[in-house]
DNA sequence: CCAAAAGTGTTTTGTGTACACCCATGT
DNA sequence: ACATGGGTGTACACAAAACACTTTTGG
């Protein structure tokens, strides 16, 4: 009977959660200032260990939900990182998820609770281990997944105008875009609905309001359509 | 004193091999028909399990080595996957790698040590666990690097014709390629180094063998190149 | 002389990029 | 009336795609 690979090395499997948020203006990482050991009272992501009975989403998706309070978060693993001493503590190997959420829908009491703050991903502290890299790696990963898929709205409120999408996607790639360029581009994909409503906190006239049809978008990828910024 | 995480859950962590390869007409991975239970018999990747003192790449590199005889050979790291059940020995979390090797190179002795064998990627059979999903995401991934990345020539002979590299990009994306906008195509990018020397192997004429110049593509990248097929 | 693969340019089409003015409104 | 951001279309440049004939040479 053969029931166990009994002589082989076991691990500690961590999961740490690079999640991104947007206010308006600038992409933001959501980081926790550690209140234990080591590097106790620095920057780091949110992490934790992988539990016998979890996956990794499983696992990805209790820690996000630790953190913000919200359930059904978009999520996507990123990268295995395994280098020996990478947590001085004991060896441990990481598994970076990237997540995107709505800014405005975090947990005041968690953000508190756990010492979390937003940061700019330009201006973010030095983080501890090799979360700096996990870093790096969400966002050359989220660049490519924006252009490739139309996950930018779960970094937006549901109704948006299509100035907040352009400036998300210019905090995304990190460089100006062409306003009416941008604006073709988007209405070409037909996959949004523009709204009666308008938003009238940006400007005297009121910009109208859009909001991105899934059904439209996924009926249309079943015909052949891929999305491309 | 902090040395451990004593109460966390420790975890078998394995790590599973594409390897990839090109026999001038259809792309290729190396299976591995398994003499050891449990699903003695059926064909799989070849892997293993990581060891504490070894990082990811370590491992990957060694179970490559073990099965080819080769040093050195272009990989990168895929995926983690982690469903409950994957392996029905033991909880087992997988990080997949996907390998390139020139197909001439391996060692025969350990091809038939470990009954591996060369299968088309179309006509591949069924692996087990959750091996078929692996084989997916790594031949979506191989498409996407190779269109990025001049990586191909891994897959390829150090002199090789312009015929024999389209064949090799029709077997990754599986689609024809127009032969002049082909060669049109990768002429402009400037990275290859025309040979005086001919094979004369695949007809009459001849045709020129070409090496890819690392070397000029290096010293582009620095200048801004991006290399894109 | 013929079969088989190698080699070679031009035209058309589509996509990306650059660019400037009028509109609506609250104060 | 004016300041502020919202909204709109066209021309040009470049890249991708379509496309067919000549060359070489061993048998």
Same mark, same amino acid.
């Given at each position: 009977?053969? +029931?166990? *690979?009994?002589?082989?090395?076991?691990?500690?499997? %961590?999961?740490?959660?690079?999640?991104?948020?947007?206010?308006?203006?600038?992409?933001?990482?959501?980081?926790?200032? /550690?209140?234990? #050991?080591?590097?106790?009272?620095?920057?780091?992501?949110?992490?934790?260990?992988?539990?016998? +009975?979890?996956?990794?989403?499983?696992?990805?998706?209790?820690?996000?939900?630790?953190?913000?309070?919200?359930?059904?978060?978009?999520?996507?693993?990123?990268?295995?990182?395994?280098?020996?001493? /990478?947590?001085?503590?004991? /060896?441990?190997?990481?598994?970076?998820? *990237? %997540?995107?959420?709505?800014?405005?829908?975090?947990?005041?009491? &968690?953000?508190?609770?756990?010492?979390?703050?937003?940061? +700019?991903?330009?201006? %973010?502290?030095? &983080?501890?281990?090799?979360?700096?890299?996990?870093?790096?790696?969400?966002?050359?990963?989220?660049?490519?997944?924006?252009?490739?898929?139309?996950?930018?709205?779960?970094?937006?409120?549901?109704?948006?105008?299509?100035?907040?999408?352009?400036?998300?996607?210019? %905090?995304? &790639?990190?460089?100006?875009?062409?306003? /009416?360029?941008?604006?073709?581009?988007?209405?070409?994909?037909?996959?949004?609905? #523009?709204?009666?409503?308008?938003?009238?906190?940006?400007?005297?006239?009121?910009?109208? &309001?859009?909001?991105?049809?899934?059904?439209?978008y996924d009926k249309k990828v079943e015909d052949g359509?891929?999305? #491309?910024?």
């Open positions: 009977m053969l +029931n166990s *690979y009994s002589k082989e090395d076991k691990v500690l499997l %961590a999961v740490d959660c690079i999640i991104f948020g947007f206010d308006n203006e600038e992409l933001k990482i959501l980081l926790i200032k /550690r209140d234990f #050991k080591p590097e106790k009272g620095k920057w780091s992501l949110m992490g934790g260990f992988l539990k016998q +009975n979890e996956t990794l989403d499983d696992s990805a998706n209790r820690i996000l939900h630790t953190l913000t309070g919200i359930n059904n978060i978009y999520m996507e693993q990123l990268y295995g990182f395994s280098k020996i001493d /990478r947590d001085p503590v004991e /060896r441990t190997i990481s598994v970076a998820y *990237y %997540a995107l959420i709505n800014i405005e829908e975090h947990n005041e009491e &968690l953000i508190e609770k756990y010492s979390a703050r937003w940061f +700019n991903v330009k201006e %973010a502290p030095k &983080l501890i281990f090799d979360h700096d890299q996990m870093v790096n790696h969400a966002i050359r990963r989220l660049r490519y997944r924006t252009s490739n898929k139309p996950i930018g709205f779960e970094l937006l409120p549901e109704k948006f105008t299509m100035r907040q999408l352009q400036k998300l996607y210019e %905090a995304i &790639l990190d460089e100006e875009l062409d306003k /009416r360029n941008f604006i073709n581009k988007i209405n070409s994909l037909d996959i949004l609905v #523009k709204l009666k409503e308008k938003d009238m906190t940006s400007s005297r006239k009121g910009s109208y &309001l859009y909001r991105f049809d899934k059904d439209k359509f891929t999305f #491309k910024i």
